[in-house]
């Protein structure tokens, strides 16, 4: 079936370092991939999203790719800041099961001055 | 931007009693409410769809009598938890879907049965 596989945290990088969080899938037919953040005590929000191969999301400084040859969506920002510690979601939403959305495990990224 | 509420977010029970969950869209009218849940390092799981004024719809493995979903109106919808037992302690997460059919989610419900 459907599934996500993201990185396992938890991340913790100094600011205005080069982040990248893995995320590969495995899906049926032609998925849309997303990325969703939750930060502290909120709940999750869309970051960015892809709908189709070789689509790039991006947002806040985040950029993911869809590759369909090598299955991955791998969130990626050059410099990060102590406001983006959060909880990062890798998730697909599968196109021929009623638009079902599958997600990752979650990734903790902590961000230190 | 849209916002869904979802109480408690945290909520510690005796194995054995049921607990309610709510959520609720504050802006908009959710036609499509759904529940997931997650444990420790594990992904966020797909519960059960429910529809307003209509049944939930279970996913495979989930006990449709133990988790009990009611989405009464366009804005509302509830998740109980019957007779919880400790390996029903998780994280449980609500999102609704309007109109524009972007999802929104809720900030989640620690539930610790002790």
């Known amino acids: 079936g459907d599934s996500v596989t993201q990185m396992e945290g938890p991340v913790t990088l100094s600011e205005e370092a080069f982040l990248t969080i893995n995320c590969t899938y495995t899906a049926t037919g032609y998925p849309s991939l997303f990325w969703y953040v939750q930060y502290p005590g909120e709940g999750l929000q869309l970051l960015l999203k892809a709908t189709k191969a070789d689509d790039k999301g991006s947002n806040k400084g985040f950029e993911a790719t869809y590759r369909k040859e090598t299955t991955s969506f791998h969130l990626e920002k050059g410099s990060v800041q102590v406001s983006d510690s959060a909880v990062y979601f890798c998730?697909?939403?599968?196109?021929?099961?009623?638009?079902?959305?599958?997600f990752g495990t979650g990734t903790s990224l902590t961000v230190i001055p | 931007g849209a916002v869904v509420s979802q109480h408690p977010s945290w909520v510690i029970c005796k194995s054995g009693t049921s607990v309610k969950i709510e959520c609720r869209s504050l802006d908009f009218q959710a036609t499509t409410m759904f529940w997931y849940r997650q444990f420790p390092k594990q992904s966020l799981m797909l519960m059960a769809t429910?529809?307003?004024?209509?049944?939930?719809?279970?996913e495979q493995g989930v006990e449709k009598d133990k988790f009990l979903i009611n989405h009464a109106s366009l804005t509302l919808s509830t998740l109980t938890v019957t007779s919880a037992h400790p390996e029903d302690s998780s994280f449980y997460i609500c999102?609704?879907?309007?109109?524009?059919?972007?999802?929104?989610f809720g900030s989640g419900t620690q539930l610790s049965v002790l």
């Open positions: 429910s529809n307003e004024g209509s049944k939930a719809t279970y």
């Open positions: 998730a697909l939403r599968a196109t021929n099961t009623g638009n079902q959305f599958y």
């Open positions: 999102s609704a879907r309007g109109a524009s059919e972007k999802l929104f």
